[in-house]
């Protein structure tokens, strides 16, 4: 167990031993990773942002609440009540049935239509703000309210929040893509390194396999190598998208005084960042893994 | 210990290496192996090492038969051999002691005692003033000297050595001998491939004579 703890800190000094022989090389490769990951996950940041700031600038949804034609008054005040205390209503504001009617004739130009009409058409009504603004929520309230006595209707107006939702879900798959495109690369860019390696470092595969070196042994320092590099490369690419917030918040200071409003783009979160570092020094593994599967079988000893 | 048994090595292309070889080395015998250039003394060497399969017959090591063995025992088969080689496969990017050490790097030696083997290995081949070294720097002595200590520094029960003194003059030779005798005297079944009569000689050790892949008698 000791010895075999050893083997693997000898591996992961080895390695490290051997991208500092060759910083050039190294800083090349892990630049390459870094940029190809930095694309995808800046995507993935500029993304969270802007959901972040769509929720708060966009304006509230709103529900209208429409009452049966012959409520009462004092029902009407009843559910006014109610609705105030309900913890999911932020703000209730009734709209009476004259009001409406009002509105209707002076917003749209049919005064002509309206004052031929017999009697009042419209219903007493509320506009309700609430307090939360998923559309599960909103829709959950939607289904309370209009189960309420002498309720007769309640809109939603609630598309542009799943407009939003659709747009950003899209966006998400957009970023899925183009991750799953720069992971191939990734993989590619660490396959070719280590067929390399594994080329000048024949002879000794070669001389270990004669004097009774296992496959896992002899793959061992490759994988340690694709995975340290591609750790490196998540690293950059965190390193990447950090700079580059901190480049933009420079600029948006600046605009955000002219708008007197505070604005400011979060990095990654501490979940997403190591998510970020694990996928990376995996895909690296992998390349690795695959690299030395393909080419360690041809090295046979003579 | 090593037992062929009608043991053939045919080769792709029709080259038959060795015809029906029938001989059992016991375990603290000196063994040497005999003939011209092409005789199958190498082949006869790799077989007994499982680095290949014979054709036909079969090959015994440790009472494992080479030709049966699935490929991932294969290694831990070898670990119970020295290999010296004619070409001594020396790594020329790492230094004489990190030469040594790769064996046992391999059989995952803990790392003060492998050091110490290390020191003891060189030592005994009289190179311990010389771990530092890169193998460029040595001499073709002390090159196979070094080759030497690789191959028994994880104190294999078996040595089997394929040319040592190929490119070496009569001193020199001389000096591989005397080694070869106190790893034997310590109970180290020695093999060694050899052309030179001289050097087989002097160490009277018991003679396999092969002439055309077949056993001379």
Same mark, same amino acid.
């Given at each position: 167990?000791?010895?075999?703890?050893?083997?693997?800190?000898?591996?992961?000094?080895?390695?490290?031993?051997?991208?500092?022989?060759?910083?050039?090389?190294?800083?090349?490769?892990?630049?390459?990773?870094?940029?190809?990951?930095?694309?995808?996950?800046?995507?993935?940041?500029?993304?969270?942002?802007?959901?972040?700031?769509?929720?708060?600038?966009?304006?509230?949804?709103?529900?209208?609440?429409?009452?049966?034609?012959?409520?009462?008054?004092?029902?009407?005040?009843?559910?006014?009540?109610?609705?105030?205390?309900?913890?999911?209503?932020?703000?209730?504001?009734?709209?009476?049935?004259?009001?409406?009617?009002?509105?209707?004739?002076?917003?749209?130009?049919?005064?002509?239509?309206?004052?031929?009409?017999?009697?009042?058409?419209?219903?007493?009504?509320?506009?309700?703000?609430?307090?939360?603004?998923?559309?599960?929520?909103?829709?959950?309230?939607?289904?309370?309210?209009?189960?309420?006595?002498?309720?007769?209707?309640?809109?939603?107006?609630?598309?542009?929040?799943?407009?939003?939702?659709?747009?950003?879900?899209?966006?998400?798959?957009?970023?899925?893509?183009?991750?799953?495109?720069?992971?191939?690369?990734?993989?590619?860019?660490?396959?070719?390194?280590?067929?390399?390696?594994?080329?000048?470092?024949?002879?000794?595969?070669?001389?270990?396999?004669?004097?009774?070196?296992?496959?896992?042994?002899?793959?061992?320092?490759?994988?340690?190598?694709?995975?340290?590099?591609?750790?490196?490369?998540?690293?950059?690419?965190?390193?990447?998208?950090?700079?580059?917030?901190?480049?933009?918040?420079?600029?948006?200071?600046?605009?955000?005084?002219?708008?007197?409003?505070?604005?400011?783009?979060?990095?990654?979160?501490?979940?997403?960042?190591?998510?970020?570092?694990?996928?990376?020094?995996?895909?690296?593994?992998?390349?690795?893994?695959?690299?030395?599967?393909?080419?360690?079988?041809?090295?046979?000893?003579? | 210990?090593?037992?062929?048994?009608?043991?053939?090595?045919?080769?792709?292309?029709?080259?038959?290496?060795?015809?029906?070889?029938?001989?059992?080395?016991?375990?603290?015998?000196?063994?040497?192996?005999?003939?011209?250039?092409?005789?199958?003394?190498?082949?006869?060497?790799?077989?007994?090492?499982?680095?290949?399969?014979?054709?036909?017959?079969?090959?015994?090591?440790?009472?494992?038969?080479?030709?049966?063995?699935?490929?991932?025992?294969?290694?831990?088969?070898?670990?119970?051999?020295?290999?010296?080689?004619?070409?001594?496969?020396?790594?020329?990017?790492?230094?004489?002691?990190?030469?040594?050490?790769?064996?046992?790097?391999?059989?995952?030696? @803990?790392?003060?005692? +492998?050091?110490?083997?290390? #020191?003891?290995?060189?030592? *005994?081949? %009289?190179? =311990? &003033?010389?771990?530092?070294?890169?193998?460029?720097?040595?001499?073709?002595?002390?090159?196979?000297?070094?080759?030497?200590?690789?191959?028994?520094?994880?104190?294999?029960?078996?040595?089997?050595?394929?040319?040592?003194?190929?490119?070496?003059?009569?001193?020199?030779?001389?000096?591989?001998?005397?080694?070869?005798?106190?790893?034997?005297?310590?109970?180290?079944?020695?093999?060694?491939?050899?052309?030179? @009569?001289?050097?087989? +000689?002097?160490?009277?050790? #018991?003679?396999?004579?092969? *002439?055309? %892949?077949? =056993? &001379?008698?």
């Amino acid at each position: 167990m000791k010895a075999w703890l050893w083997h693997h800190f000898d591996t992961f000094a080895a390695t490290c031993a051997r991208f500092a022989r060759a910083p050039v090389a190294t800083l090349f490769n892990v630049g390459v990773i870094g940029i190809a990951l930095a694309l995808p996950a800046g995507l993935y940041v500029s993304l969270v942002n802007l959901q972040v700031h769509a929720r708060t600038l966009a304006s509230d949804p709103q529900l209208s609440v429409f009452l049966a034609l012959d409520t009462g008054r004092a029902e009407v005040e009843k559910t006014e009540a109610r609705l105030k205390r309900h913890p999911g209503v932020r703000e209730a504001r009734y709209v009476s049935r004259e009001e409406a009617l009002k509105e209707l004739k002076a917003d749209t130009g049919l005064a002509d239509v309206v004052d031929s009409l017999a009697q009042n058409p419209l219903p007493d009504a509320f506009v309700v703000q609430p307090r939360e603004t998923a559309p599960q929520a909103l829709e959950k309230l939607r289904d309370e309210i209009s189960r309420w006595p002498r309720i007769a209707h309640v809109q939603l107006d609630a598309a542009w929040a799943r407009r939003l939702e659709a747009g950003l879900k899209l966006a998400h798959l957009a970023v899925g893509l183009l991750a799953a495109l720069f992971a191939f690369a990734l993989v590619a860019v660490t396959f070719n390194t280590i067929r390399l390696q594994i080329l000048t470092r024949r002879e000794e595969i070669e001389v270990a396999k004669l004097i009774g070196a296992t496959d896992p042994f002899i793959r061992r320092p490759f994988l340690y190598f694709g995975a340290l590099q591609g750790l490196a490369g998540g690293l950059a690419a965190w390193l990447i998208i950090w700079a580059g917030l901190w480049l933009l918040n420079g600029g948006l200071a600046e605009l955000a005084q002219l708008y007197a409003a505070r604005i400011e783009l979060r990095h990654l979160s501490a979940g997403d960042s190591a998510s970020l570092l694990a996928f990376s020094a995996w895909l690296g593994w992998l390349g690795a893994w695959l690299s030395v599967n393909q080419h360690l079988a041809q090295i046979a000893p003579r | 210990m090593i037992s062929f048994s009608h043991a053939s090595k045919r080769y792709p292309g029709g080259l038959e290496a060795l015809r029906n070889i029938t001989l059992a080395i016991e375990a603290g015998e000196m063994v040497f192996v005999t003939g011209h250039s092409g005789a199958g003394k190498s082949t006869l060497l790799k077989l007994a090492a499982a680095l290949e399969r014979p054709s036909t017959g079969s090959v015994i090591v440790n009472g494992q038969n080479v030709g049966t063995l699935r490929p991932g025992a294969i290694p831990f088969l070898r670990r119970n051999f020295g290999l010296i080689f004619q070409d001594q496969k020396l790594l020329f990017d790492r230094t004489a002691f990190d030469n040594v050490m790769l064996p046992l790097h391999i059989n995952g030696f @803990e790392r003060r005692e +492998a050091a110490r083997r290390v #020191r003891a290995a060189l030592d *005994k081949v %009289g190179l =311990l &003033a010389k771990e530092k070294a890169y193998p460029v720097t040595l001499s073709g002595g002390e090159q196979q000297r070094l080759a030497i200590a690789r191959a028994i520094v994880h104190r294999p029960a078996i040595l089997l050595a394929d040319e040592p003194t190929g490119n070496l003059d009569a001193v020199h030779a001389a000096d591989i001998g005397e080694l070869f005798r106190s790893f034997n005297q310590v109970g180290v079944t020695v093999i060694v491939a050899t052309h030179d @009569e001289a050097f087989a +000689a002097r160490l009277k050790p #018991r003679v396999i004579a092969l *002439k055309a %892949g077949a =056993l &001379a008698q």
